[in-house]
């Protein structure tokens, strides 16, 4: 069975830093395309990049490039989405989310859980 | 940047047939999915490349493409199918993918 398991909750003030995680297990961690995904209170889903695990190939949203790090550690099948400097617009829920396995092309198939992050003062 | 165009909202009486669209210039080139998101949920493929059903999904969702302009359809509308649906596609090189605004499906 495939599953994407997410980090859990976090709350942090404006300027820390994050890094959250997202264990893949159940499929090939390292030959499929990972996602990450944005959707702040109320509002919709945004994608923000992708990465691939075996090769460590990544793509970035033009709103996000500069904003936040994608990487992968094929070793332990996890893929992390980081920030540097948090900001308050940087409250949501993201989603880790895998492409390929279930079906072709360009969407997601399986999703992790979701971490919500809260940043505030 | 590559945007795709959804309507904020859709309503339909149980039983009743929905179609959701969405506009985009890449989605003659580039297949079309679609998710279903309750609320507190992760979202959920319900249709993919277009117009296939992934294996669970029940068989009143299907999906077609025409020009730019890819459609949800929701035969024989429940209630549990209330919730919001957004398409995603990839821009013409395929390198960015990108959600519509998602629509909100209220069931009266």
Redo the contacts between chains.
């Keep these: 069975e495939v599953q994407l398991v997410q980090s859990g909750a976090e709350v942090k003030k404006p300027g820390e830093s994050l890094k959250i995680s997202c264990k893949g297990s159940g499929y090939s961690f390292t030959n499929y395309w990972i996602?990450w995904?944005r959707q702040m209170p109320g509002k919709?889903?945004?994608?923000m990049g992708?990465i691939y695990p075996d090769d460590s190939d990544t793509?970035y949203?033009?709103?996000f490039q500069g904003q936040v790090t994608i990487s992968a550690d094929k070793s332990i099948s996890a893929a992390y989405l980081q920030w540097s400097s948090l900001k308050a617009s940087d409250t949501a829920m993201y989603?880790c989310?895998t492409s390929g396995i279930?079906?072709?092309?360009?969407?997601?198939?399986y999703?992790?859980?979701?971490t919500l992050v809260t940043v505030s003062s | 940047?590559y945007e795709l165009t959804q309507p904020p909202s859709v309503s339909v009486s149980p039983g009743q047939t929905a179609r959701i669209t969405c506009s985009g210039d890449a989605l003659p080139k580039?297949?079309g999915?679609w998710?279903q998101?309750k609320p507190g949920q992760?979202?959920?493929?319900v249709i993919?490349?277009d117009s296939?059903r992934?294996?669970g999904i029940p068989e009143r969702f299907s999906g077609s493409s025409s020009g730019t302009t890819v459609t949800l359809t929701i035969s024989g509308v429940q209630a549990e199918d209330e919730a919001?649906y957004?398409c995603?596609?990839?821009d013409s090189s395929?390198?960015?993918?990108?959600?519509?605004?998602?629509t909100k499906l209220t069931v009266l």
């Design positions: 996602g995904v919709g889903l945004e994608w992708i793509r949203s033009p709103s989603y989310a279930a079906v072709t092309g360009p969407g997601f198939d999703w992790g859980q979701g | 940047s580039q297949y999915y998710y998101q992760a979202p959920v493929l993919y490349k296939e992934p294996s919001d957004y995603q596609s990839a395929g390198t960015y993918w990108v959600f519509g605004g998602g």
